[in-house]
């Protein structure tokens, strides 16, 4: 389930991270403002009906001390329920569906790409706290969060702080405006690329593609995972990326 390995992953990093877990789940929280690293999962396969809103209460429970955006993932193979019926059943406790990601791999190796990339650009690896800036704010504007988050999760090191096994990088277009970001981590067994994002005045110009071959390329050769957005898919698809299974996610309020 590499979306949790990637919170745990973060949770670590972070200066004030916690891994934490009890009555039937498991927070893996980074304590920053950005949400997406503030995962709390059911620790075993739901049962039921009555079970997902027992898990969930617990969850909230073990939120409410903390005051910060959080939200409740469950991968497919544990929900046994519909989505509909799961939402159903969390709106009694007060939460929402949030997204859903799809986890993808390729072990093959990444196809051949299927235009010209641009050329008139700059791909740098993330070095310092400017280009980490960089990279996270184009993150935060891709979801519609302030530079407070941005700031907030430098802040705590969650990200850029393990150079020998996080290959992040920044694109920066023939203006050097930072139009894209990716970061390829190692796993020791699996390369999981994370934080991809791309400025929405400069999508569909291939300019992600270049943030993800460059963060591969840096990284040692292993097979390669992600979680995919609705909007990335397309892409990691034609990149040579398969789909295993989804998660789901709420939040409360």
Sequence with gaps: MHWTHFNEWCARHSTRGQ???GNGVQAAWSHTLLIVNNLTTPSGAIHN??????RAEAAVADASPYRLPWMFG???PWLPLGVDAANAVLAEIGMHHMMDMTVMDCEA???EPLRPLPEDVTVQRIESRAHG???LNLNSRAYGMPVEVTNDVLDAGTYFSDPENEFGFV???GEGVPVSTATAIDWGNWIYIAAVATDAAHRQKGYAEIAMR???AAAPKRPIALDASPM???LYAQMGYQPRLKWNFWVAG
């Design 171 to 173: 694109v920066y277009n």
């Design 49 to 54: 009906a009555a079970d997902l809103k027992a």
């Design 74 to 76: 469950i991968p497919s």
């Design 214 to 216: 460059a963060a591969l």
């Design 19 to 21: 891994i934490r877990g």
């Design 232 to 234: 990335g898919q397309p």
């Design 109 to 111: 190796g990444l196809k």
């Design 133 to 135: 800036f960089d990279a």
